[in-house]
């Protein structure tokens, strides 16, 4: 089965620094990648999403994502982080049959002013 | 519109009661889920509707009852829930089921059984 692994519980960064958030992934296939941002008692928000193509993935406010076949990763990145990027950050996986979303464990980000 | 709406935001019922969640969007999406999530946790899948056909139950106990009766609504109706059954309750869609579509969540519905 498609699974996905993030690391880290919690990454801490000051404002105006760059961040990573990890996710490592395991699939049979093709790897169909995303993103997804949590706010306190919210839903979740799309950011961004690898299929094919470009290593390096744009997405929504200012994130992009490193696809790396080798190591089987697809860390999430920011040049410079903000205060209201502080939220919880989910990696997520298609499912064989691709009829759903696998989700990893969470990455609560927090940002310092 | 790239809007999933869920009512209610919030709900409060005891183990006796019956109640329904409600989830519409009006993308054209033709495959809906319902997720539950608990604090802390990664959303789990529960259920997938794909052309308003049932297509897959996590092995969700009976009384959680899904229904899609057209394209762009789902609900969820709730009986004899059990306190462990509180948590945050999301509904999401995407086109039809595919490599490369994301699935977009609505807001949750947080439900607290007393």
């Known amino acids: 089965a498609q699974s996905v692994a993030q690391p880290e519980d919690q990454v801490n960064v000051a404002e105006g620094n760059p961040l990573t958030v990890k996710c490592t992934y395991s699939v049979s296939g093709n790897p169909y990648l995303f993103w997804y941002v949590q706010y306190p008692n919210r839903g979740l928000q799309f950011l961004l999403k690898?299929?094919?193509?470009?290593?390096l993935v744009k997405g929504s406010y200012g994130f992009e994502a490193e696809f790396n076949k080798s190591q089987t990763s697809f860390h999430l990145k920011k040049p410079s982080a903000l205060v209201s990027d502080s939220a919880l950050y989910f990696c997520a996986v298609r499912d064989t049959g691709f009829q759903k979303l696998v989700f990893g464990t969470g990455t609560r980000l927090l940002v310092s002013p | 519109d790239t809007e999933v709406t869920q009512t209610p935001k919030h709900l409060v019922m005891g183990m006796t009661n019956k109640k329904s969640l409600k989830c519409e969007q009006h993308m054209g999406h033709r495959a809906m889920y319902w997720y539950k999530q608990k604090a802390k946790k990664p959303p789990e899948l529960m259920f997938v509707?794909?052309?308003?056909?049932?297509?897959i139950n996590e092995s969700v106990p009976s009384r959680f009852s899904p229904e899609c009766p057209n394209s762009s609504l789902l609900n969820l109706h709730l009986h004899a829930l059990q306190p462990e059954d509180s948590a945050l309750y999301l509904c999401?869609?995407?086109?039809?089921?595919?490599?490369?579509?994301?699935?977009?969540f609505g807001q949750g519905t947080r439900l607290t059984v007393v």
């Open positions: 509707y794909s052309y308003e056909k049932l297509s």
């Open positions: 999401a869609s995407s086109p039809p089921s595919g490599a490369n579509t994301e699935a977009f």
């Open positions: 690898y299929i094919t193509g470009d290593n």
